[in-house]
């Protein structure tokens, strides 16, 4: 095992991270921009290293800073939490030039998996159903009519490089098509710095279901189940719960087998999850791979018993996964809710600022991650995430119950900060959700102005 | 800092510097819970003081008894000497000449002129210039040759008025 | 507070943080429990002092601390009338008289003795006698008859200054 | 299921029962002193009612202001938590009386198992092994000489009617016996105004271990696997964990099957525990009953899934258990620390007084039930406990290194104020403890200033 793990994160999973580390007896070097100069991991960690302004470019997301901090701590591994360099292969590439072990998959898995239509060819060939649509990248206009008036409308055109909600259209009228294909690319290329595209079938109404997968590095791979992540305002995933309600048996199965055969093909070792779609007939289609740990692994974590991010540390240090397949049982249902420092009721914008109060939920069955104090700041310089609130129980409506008192406990104050507590206290008791029948289209049904007659 | 309760991890490191920190965290501490700044403070411990005052225009807004973080240039350490500061642009190690055994490009007591190189930082084999803000007199050279340096720490100080 | 984490440890171990600390705390603490701040204050145990001083014109608000609860009655509703309040000496249902129809007590306007009942107040069958805590005029009669009470409710208002 | 529960209790069990109500759908009832105005469970609660002073004689063990309080909020149940009226048959009486539902065994059975001389002739009636001893009080000095010559010195005399530590005396000396027999009827008078007294065996070096107990009002029982609660300072437990360590697994059946046989003969419903003594031989022998729920349930509820509090109300509504022996499965392992505002270098005396810190452990798998908060106060009119900090691990070590983590990553500030938190470090670092061989005699060993030779 390590001597000193460098987290080249921040936020709450930059101390989630630290947890570990410290359980685990290894030293914990923490970065920290100007602007998080007084949070939590940095009173946390053994050590904690300032690498930059607040703008992520030149602090999270500058390379050369990071390894110097990685240098300067004596660390002999990095773990880089999700979001800013953890799924960028040259960050893994830099690691390894260094002799410093990169907590994720090699760089070159990286590289495979983050472009989405190398990915889709991997998974593809690894036998999972993709939706109608191409693998290789559309080259022009008229190629992407074709293919769109192939495959059926609505269509959605996403960038090779896109993720996390960006990066995507959907084009419902074939007149449209042309003209937002060259949207996308654009947008791409500003965004990802790479304008290829691809198309495939748009399920309006479809269930985003995940598989969490731990490989090690000797060949072995195990899933977790299922998350179920449907409840997305802008894409963005605020209510994940674990198992998926409502999937049968069998389908829970070939699901995880499918996502463990796909990532073990494709040479994976760490902790990674494959995302599919699954339509209202509950027929699946493979999405796309997150090469990283989640934010909401810890749905995962209360329903196995696992922590993720100690397998993490233990696969990347060479150790054997030790547990197999058939040990690894669910129990119960665990929720978790993303709260925002943001307001609903003005598209979700970000209300940043001073926490002069927070109180957060605790007792029984309830796990908070979060960095934020009382008297500390939400920054404005990055997402604004909170608190996930976590609640488990041994079914899902004592799952929702208690996440309802749970959220009915937290309260922040400070001026000009909103959450989306009450947005998603509105989410939970919808009757779809409740139902468990809910699908990616809920949030857009609550804050519609307009709702529809449809059930 | 739990660095502090490591004897063994702090050989390398300048104690000073951590003593310094440990001052200025406790004097921090000390003025957030302040309802009412006051218009003076000393601390010292051991080899290390810290004293500050403030003006009467300054204990005005002090009043407003909500948490007021470190009182000025937040972003900067603690009581640094007077005059202005040249701060680190990186996190790496810092040199004050351009090779190993060469003269520096600056020692206390030169005269400098804005812009003008005086050291450098390395970081992941990219070369760094360290530049003065301002002409004026190097008052004092912080960091030894080949030290690590984090991101805005104080590399220098330069007396504008002596330029 | 991380030096006591290991408590093994701590006779040998770096104990400048914890000295800062610890006499940061009792700074704090000082000030916090003084009606009047000081125009200074120095602390200093062994190698470590802390020194504090405040202008005049902050020693006269600083008389009233940050947070401060309840100025006063912290056990009776915010804002009573003035005089002396007659409080339910338990949790119960207050009478006015002594029984169901009957003559009240003591009506407002009523002059009382101190210890004279003015009403009942039961719990689980036990009659509890409400009596005067000063000679005086009832001023103001704040419960109905019948209505339930918690310990401490003030029931009436008495005028002792009218005695 | 009722509509309005009371709680007649305060600080961190008052709040979490609370909690439970509120998942439950149930209005919450609270009633405090003046001392406890505003405390978290006032304004956690639908309805607050102060119901007397400071001194608990006066408020909440008065029995005619709980039920005046009862009254007025229209409760229709009362879960009194543990400790003030929990164990008294006759507050269980007044609430049938009064036609509201005591949340506990029916008063006839508190009375019965309360008293420890009918509790063991009750227990040896259902097979129950009793260390030697007398059953019934002993009445006099000659008769207590006999007893303590047949059975072998070191004998305990304890109070039929003691409890939580109080009541009870170690002789070593027969020469010291009929002094201290005399001693213990006269506190036991002055405390529980019940001079009766017993005999038994002294084992200087047994572990304490306690079966969780669920009983419906259909005459179903089931347990839910022990507690060990060696760790304990002047018979007060301060460390608590389940499984208990080093137990056989035949063991462990043999003892669940016997309490919950000792239970269901007594007519016992609702949660209970049943404490035993457990010899170097592994040999067990019945203690006592404690008809209520415990501070250390929680990691009972950690290892089993069981939300206990909901089950004590589902049960107090004459639901049946809705769990199977079968069904109810340990995973991992739990351990709980009691932090207590107390001061372990001056004997444990406790510091109460103005919190103006506080930061409590959270992440993964811990738990920390706690009704203090930053600006509150720990009062010097009851018992000095903090908060009950549980973690919960797959195995032993990591749950040890977890609760290792969580403990420095708890900060309490305020004049006067410290905690016996560095002593739960120490003692979680014995080596007796670490290899889980540790017995009751563990703090002795770790506040005794001349420390013996043996290991």
Same mark, same amino acid.
């Given at each position: 095992?390590?001597?000193?793990?460098?987290?080249?994160?921040? #936020?709450?999973?930059?101390?989630?991270?630290?947890?570990?580390?410290?359980?685990?007896?290894?030293?914990?070097?923490?970065?920290?921009?100007?602007?998080?100069?007084?949070?939590?991991?940095?009173?946390?960690?053994?050590?904690?290293?300032?690498? #930059?302004?607040?703008?992520?470019?030149? $602090?999270?997301?500058?390379?050369?800073?990071?390894?110097?901090?990685?240098?300067?701590?004596?660390?002999?591994?990095?773990?880089?939490?999700?979001?800013?360099?953890?799924?960028?292969?040259?960050?893994?590439? =830099?690691?390894?030039?260094?002799?410093?072990?990169? +907590?994720?998959?090699?760089?070159?898995?990286?590289?495979?998996?983050?472009?989405?239509?190398?990915?889709?060819?991997?998974?593809?060939?690894?036998?999972?159903?993709?939706?109608?649509?191409?693998?290789?990248?559309?080259?022009?206009?008229?190629?992407?009519?074709?293919?769109?008036?192939?495959?059926?409308?609505?269509?959605?055109?996403?960038?090779? *490089?896109?993720?996390?909600?960006?990066?995507?259209?959907?084009?419902?009228?074939?007149?449209?098509?042309?003209?937002?294909?060259?949207?996308?690319? $654009?947008?791409?290329?500003?965004?990802?710095?790479?304008?290829?595209?691809?198309?495939?079938?748009?399920?309006?109404?479809?269930?985003?279901?995940? +598989?969490?997968?731990?490989?090690?590095?000797?060949?072995?791979?195990?899933?977790?189940?299922?998350?179920?992540?449907?409840?997305?305002?802008?894409?963005?995933?605020?209510?994940?719960?674990?198992?998926?309600?409502?999937?049968?048996?069998?389908?829970?199965?070939?699901?995880?087998?499918?996502?463990?055969?796909?990532?073990? =093909?494709? /040479?994976?070792?760490?902790? /990674?999850?494959?995302?599919?779609?699954?339509?209202?007939?509950?027929?699946?289609?493979?999405?796309?791979?997150?090469?990283?740990?989640?934010?909401?692994?810890?749905?995962?974590?209360?329903?196995?018993?696992?922590?993720?991010?100690?397998?993490?540390?233990?696969?990347?240090?060479?150790?054997?996964?030790?547990?197999?397949?058939?040990?690894?049982?669910?129990?119960?249902?665990?929720?978790?809710?993303?709260?925002?420092?943001?307001?609903?009721?003005?598209?979700?914008? !970000? &209300?940043?600022?001073?926490? &002069? #109060?927070?109180?957060?939920?605790?007792?029984?069955?309830?796990?908070?991650?979060?960095?934020?104090?009382?008297?500390?700041?939400?920054?404005?310089?990055?997402?604004?995430?909170?608190?996930?609130?976590?609640?488990?129980?041994?079914?899902?409506?004592?799952?929702?119950?208690?996440?309802?008192?749970?959220?009915?406990?937290?309260?922040?104050? #400070?001026?000009?900060?909103?959450?989306?507590?009450?947005?998603?206290?509105?989410?939970?008791?919808?009757?779809?959700?409740?139902?468990?029948?809910?699908?990616?289209?809920?949030?857009?049904?609550?804050?519609?102005?307009?709702?529809?007659?449809?059930? | 800092?739990?660095?502090?309760?490591?004897?063994?991890?702090?050989?390398?490191?300048?104690?000073?510097?951590?003593?310094?920190?440990?001052?200025?965290?406790?004097?921090?501490?000390?003025?957030?819970?302040?309802?009412?700044?006051?218009?003076?403070?000393?601390?010292?411990? %051991?080899?290390? +003081?810290?004293?500050?005052?403030?003006?009467?225009?300054?204990? =005005?807004?002090?009043?407003?008894?909500?948490?007021? !973080? *470190?009182?000025?240039?937040?972003?900067?350490?603690?009581?640094?000497?007077?005059?202005? /500061?040249? $701060? $680190?642009?990186?996190?790496?190690?810092?040199?004050?000449?351009?090779?190993? %055994?060469?003269?520096?490009?600056?020692?206390?007591?030169?005269?400098?002129?804005? %812009?003008?190189?005086?050291?450098?930082?390395?970081?992941?084999?990219?070369?760094?210039?360290?530049?003065?803000?301002?002409?004026?007199?190097?008052?004092?050279?912080?960091?030894?040759?080949?030290?690590?340096?984090?991101?805005?720490?104080?590399?220098?100080?330069?007396?504008?008025?002596?330029?």
């Amino acid at each position: 095992m390590f001597e000193t793990v460098l987290i080249a994160n921040r #936020g709450e999973i930059a101390l989630r991270v630290a947890r570990t580390c410290r359980e685990l007896g290894l030293r914990v070097a923490a970065v920290y921009s100007t602007e998080d100069r007084d949070s939590t991991v940095v009173r946390f960690a053994d050590q904690a290293v300032c690498i #930059g302004p607040g703008p992520a470019r030149h $602090s999270y997301l500058y390379l050369p800073a990071i390894m110097e901090a990685a240098r300067q701590t004596g660390a002999d591994a990095i773990h880089p939490g999700y979001g800013f360099l953890s799924e960028q292969a040259d960050f893994a590439e =830099a690691c390894e030039a260094e002799g410093l072990t990169f +907590v994720g998959p090699p760089p070159a898995v990286i590289d495979r998996l983050g472009d989405k239509s190398t990915a889709r060819a991997a998974m593809a060939d690894a036998g999972l159903p993709l939706l109608p649509g191409t693998i290789e990248p559309v080259g022009d206009a008229e190629a992407v009519a074709k293919v769109a008036a192939d495959i059926g409308y609505p269509v959605i055109v996403k960038a090779v *490089a896109g993720g996390g909600g960006r990066g995507m259209q959907v084009v419902s009228e074939p007149d449209d098509l042309a003209r937002q294909y060259r949207e996308i690319r $654009s947008t791409a290329q500003s965004l990802f710095g790479d304008d290829r595209v691809y198309v495939e079938r748009y399920l309006p109404a479809a269930r985003h279901v995940e +598989v969490q997968v731990l490989c090690d590095s000797h060949g072995n791979g195990v899933h977790l189940g299922q998350r179920d992540c449907s409840v997305q305002r802008r894409r963005q995933k605020i209510i994940e719960e674990s198992p998926a309600p409502g999937l049968p048996r069998g389908l829970v199965e070939q699901m995880g087998h499918a996502a463990v055969r796909g990532l073990l =093909a494709a /040479g994976y070792v760490g902790a /990674g999850t494959v995302e599919f779609l699954v339509d209202d007939q509950h027929r699946f289609y493979f999405m796309e791979v997150n090469c990283r740990i989640q934010v909401e692994h810890p749905v995962t974590e209360l329903t196995h018993g696992v922590d993720l991010v100690r397998e993490q540390l233990r696969i990347a240090a060479g150790e054997q996964l030790d547990v197999s397949q058939a040990e690894l049982t669910a129990r119960g249902w665990a929720i978790e809710c993303r709260i925002n420092a943001e307001d609903p009721a003005r598209g979700f914008i !970000p &209300t940043p600022g001073l926490l &002069t #109060g927070l109180t957060l939920p605790a007792g029984p069955f309830v796990r908070v991650d979060t960095a934020a104090v009382a008297g500390g700041r939400i920054s404005a310089a990055y997402d604004p995430l909170l608190a996930k609130i976590c609640v488990w129980a041994p079914d899902r409506p004592q799952a929702i119950a208690r996440m309802r008192r749970a959220l009915a406990e937290l309260s922040v104050e #400070g001026p000009g900060v909103s959450t989306n507590r009450d947005f998603l206290l509105t989410a939970l008791d919808h009757p779809l959700f409740v139902a468990g029948t809910h699908d990616t289209s809920l949030v857009d049904r609550l804050t519609d102005p307009h709702p529809r007659e449809e059930s | 800092m739990t660095s502090l309760i490591e004897p063994a991890q702090t050989e390398g490191a300048a104690p000073l510097a951590e003593a310094l920190d440990e001052v200025r965290r406790s004097a921090q501490s000390l003025l957030a819970d302040l309802a009412h700044r006051p218009r003076a403070l000393r601390i010292r411990a %051991g080899d290390v +003081v810290v004293e500050m005052e403030w003006t009467e225009q300054q204990q =005005a807004p002090a009043a407003t008894p909500a948490p007021a !973080p *470190a009182p000025e240039a937040p972003d900067t350490p603690p009581a640094p000497p007077p005059g202005v /500061g040249i $701060s $680190s642009p990186i996190v790496g190690t810092f040199y004050r000449a351009a090779e190993p %055994g060469g003269t520096p490009f600056v020692s206390e007591g030169d005269q400098v002129r804005r %812009g003008q190189q005086v050291g450098i930082v390395e970081a992941m084999k990219l070369m760094i210039p360290v530049e003065a803000d301002a002409d004026g007199r190097i008052l004092a050279v912080h960091t030894a040759d080949g030290a690590p340096v984090e991101f805005g720490e104080r590399l220098m100080t330069i007396d504008p008025q002596a330029g």
